[in-house]
């Protein structure tokens, strides 16, 4: 079946390193692909996302771009900020109505 | 603008007992999906409703069961509750003209269930 694997955190960086969380998956057909992030004490919600090939989702600086080739979705931010400490969940939706399949989170803790 | 409502956000069963858990979706959505999120680990789909029907299922076992209302609410049951019982439940909401694989999916924060 389809899943996805992501890098295992925790993650800790310095305030305005450049972060990048890895993400590959495995799906029959052209799934979507997201970047979910859940913030301490609040739901998850959508980062960005990319629906076909060689597509870039962004969204506050945050950026990844979908690779049919390698399988994979890595997200990138060019400099971190503390309200970035949150957990990341990479996950892909394959085609038609069926439910999104997440990876298990990487946490992101950024420091001062 | 509402988002997506939870109840109770924490609870404690021992095992054996059965418990409901509620939802409210977002405003104007009227798909509803559960996820269950162990320690640790990513949210996995239990179930989908729409139109007060099951339309999906995951890899659950029937000791799970739901329900969707005409106003479009749902519920969470499980029945004779395990110890592995023990996460955080997840609702999410989205309209069902907005779905198929790429539209997004708006989380509640979910109820954290214990099993003693």
């Known amino acids: 079946g389809d899943s996805v694997t992501q890098m295992e955190g925790p993650v800790t960086l310095s305030e305005e390193a450049f972060l990048t969380i890895n993400c590959t998956y495995t799906?029959?057909?052209?799934?979507?692909l997201f970047w979910y992030v859940q913030y301490p004490g609040e739901g998850l919600q959508l980062l960005l996302k990319a629906t076909k090939a060689d597509d870039k989702g962004s969204n506050k600086g945050f950026e990844a771009t979908y690779r049919k080739e390698t399988t994979s979705f890595h997200l990138e931010k060019g400099s971190v900020q503390v309200s970035d400490s949150a957990v990341y969940f990479c996950a892909l939706s394959g085609s038609g109505n069926t439910p999104l399949v997440f990876g298990k989170g990487t946490r992101l803790s950024v420091i001062a | 603008d509402a988002g997506v409502t939870q109840s109770p956000t924490h609870l404690i069963k021992t095992r054996g007992q059965q418990v409901t858990l509620r939802c409210s979706p977002k405003?104007?959505?009227?798909?509803v999906s559960w996820y269950q999120q162990a320690l640790g680990q990513g949210p996995q789909f239990i179930f989908q409703?729409?139109?007060?029907?099951?339309?999906q299922r995951g890899n659950f076992p029937d000791r799970f069961s739901g329900h969707q209302f005409p106003n479009y609410s749902s519920e969470l049951n499980v029945n004779a509750l395990l110890l592995g019982d023990s996460a955080l439940y997840l609702c999410?909401?989205?309209?069902?003209?907005?779905?198929?694989?790429?539209?997004?999916?708006?989380f509640g924060e979910g109820s954290r269930l214990t099993v003693l």
């Open positions: 405003s104007g959505h009227d798909t």
């Open positions: 799906a029959t057909g052209y799934p979507s």
């Open positions: 999410a909401s989205r309209t069902e003209e907005s779905g198929g694989n790429t539209g997004e999916l708006f």
């Open positions: 409703y729409y139109e007060e029907e099951e339309r």
